[in-house]
């Protein structure tokens, strides 16, 4: 059974920093790409970043380029979003997901989702 368990949201300050971590179970996902979403209330799901199975591919949304880095360790079947800089806008909950083979900020393309871990950036 796949697993995708995030964590590392909490509560932080405008201008504070954040890293969340989601470590995957049940198979390995090391030829697979990953990426991290998020839904903030009332809003729809929006893409983070993406990295490649290698981690030599990486993609961002505008919104967050330049604050948030996203990284991977396949011994560890695990993805990170260093988060920077993070702002007021930036609360919502997120969600790690893997699957496919590119790196893409469309979430069709990932089949198995993690059940979300809350960032609150309190101004």
């Known amino acids: 059974q796949v697993q995708l368990v995030e964590s590392g949201g909490g509560l932080v300050q405008a201008g504070g920093s954040l890293r969340l971590s989601c470590a995957a179970s049940g198979r390995t996902f090391s030829s697979y790409a990953m990426a991290w979403f998020r839904q903030a209330p009332g809003k729809e799901r929006d893409f983070v970043a993406a990295?490649?199975?290698?981690?030599?591919?990486?993609r961002y949304a505008d919104s967050v380029k330049g604050r948030f880095t996203i990284s991977r360790d396949n011994a560890k079947n695990t993805v990170y979003l260093q988060m920077n800089s993070l702002k007021a806008e930036d609360t919502a909950v997120y969600y790690c997901a893997v699957g496919g083979t590119g790196w893409t900020r469309y979430s069709y393309n990932y089949d198995y989702w993690g059940q979300g871990t809350q960032v609150t950036v309190s101004s």
């Open positions: 990295i490649s199975w290698s981690g030599g591919g990486t």
